[in-house]
């Protein structure tokens, strides 16, 4: 089992920036795939980008494309989510989990374990 920690949000204007980082500890972490999620309040946990062990493959929802960027420091066992051009619509609780198999599909939150306890971004308009 890996422990992951989110840390990074804050309140922002639109069009501000942020940058999310995911600690971890525990576990091998440069092995895993890690993935960040969102909850807006009375909404569904949604996907929001996930990078590979090695940082080669990364997917980003399309609401997020151009303006997120996922990284990783597997030498710090940190990834990080630079969010830019914010917006009120991106205002959610931001969660980082550990991808259970390379096999599984990388947006659905079910196939992800190790859930950190998440970081409030919020966005004034």
């Known amino acids: 089992q890996v422990r992951l920690v989110e840390s990074g949000g804050g309140l922002v204007q639109a069009g501000g920036s942020l940058r999310l980082s995911c600690a971890a500890s525990?576990?091998?972490?440069?092995?895993?795939?890690i993935g960040w999620f969102r909850q807006a309040l009375g909404k569904e946990r949604e996907f929001v980008a996930h990078i590979s062990p090695s940082g080669q493959v990364i997917d980003y929802a399309d609401s997020v494309k151009e303006r997120f960027t996922i990284s990783r420091d597997n030498a710090k066992v940190t990834v990080y989510l630079q969010m830019n051009i914010l917006k009120p619509e991106d205002t959610a609780v931001y969660f980082c989990?550990?991808?259970?198999?390379?096999?599984?599909?990388?947006?659905?939150?079910?196939?992800?374990?190790?859930w950190g306890q998440g970081t409030q971004v919020t966005v004034s308009s």
């Open positions: 525990g576990r091998t972490f440069s092995t895993d795939g």
């Open positions: 989990a550990r991808r259970r198999s390379r096999f599984e599909s990388p947006s659905n939150a079910q196939n992800y374990d190790d």
